[in-house]
């Protein structure tokens, strides 16, 4: 799964390296080391061919729900049943998108103890996680964008850590998986995902909770 993640690169940093059309000037963005669900974050969309950068709710609210809070139950999806679930498989043809991190948490019980790991790329590039996104409107004008990163099986490497983690598409795939209207199934096309290896070490719990947010986050320790 994915729970916790990281965007530490600059505006300038990430417009470059994504090759950015457009980025929505009411964003006031922010690097962050430790970003939660339920926080905003940035997400590339596909418009008129051109990557246009959002910024989201992190927890996805169907168009069709009342309750705000589901999001937080709906962070991730499962590559393997996107197409069964009824709070997913509408957005796959219409909603797709990228959501921008350069490296993620995830934690693993070692001597009945949660230790926290930081997983990045080795070459320090961002990791364009798949996702999909929705808009929902409530009474009073109220719109929110939201989105729900998509997850696969683990790789053997991070399987060390945990059996599932986000599917990350390739650089060079970023386009195809934003304007596919195919219901594929993610999981045999290996074009799409990223296929160099993702690195990791521990970081202290200093990162467990939300309101850390500095450096010492994705600093390693032995």
């Known amino acids: 799964m994915c729970g916790r993640k ?71 999806a499962r590559s393997e049943t996107l197409n069964e679930k009824s709070s997913f498989k509408h957005l796959v043809r219409s909603n797709r998108c990228i959501v921008l991190s350069d490296g993620y948490y995830e934690w693993r019980t070692i001597k009945s103890k949660k230790q926290p790991f930081y997983i990045f790329d080795e070459q320090k590039n961002i990791l364009p996680m798949a996702g999909l996104w929705s808009t929902c409107s409530y009474n009073g004008g109220e719109t929110i964008l939201s989105y729900t990163i998509i997850t696969k099986k683990a790789d053997k490497k991070i399987s060390q850590i945990h059996n599932r983690m986000p599917l990350i598409i390739d650089f060079n795939r970023i386009d195809n998986w ?7 199934e993610l999981n045999s096309n290996y074009e799409l995902i990223k296929k160099d290896p993702l690195n990791f070490y521990k970081v202290d719990s200093f990162v467990n909770s939300y309101r850390n947010n500095n ?3 994705i600093k390693p320790i032995s």
């Open 6 to 76: 990281t965007l530490t690169k600059s505006k300038k940093s990430i417009i470059e390296e994504l090759k950015i059309s457009e980025w929505d000037k009411t964003i006031n963005y922010i690097p962050s080391f430790n970003i939660a669900p339920t926080q905003k974050s940035l997400v590339i969309v596909g418009k008129n061919n051109m990557r246009q950068i959002k910024s989201m709710k992190w927890g996805l609210i169907p168009s069709w729900s009342k309750n705000k809070n589901i999001g937080s139950k709906l962070i991730n």
């Open 178 to 184: 934003l304007t596919s209207d195919s219901l594929v």
């Open 215 to 217: 450096r010492d986050c």
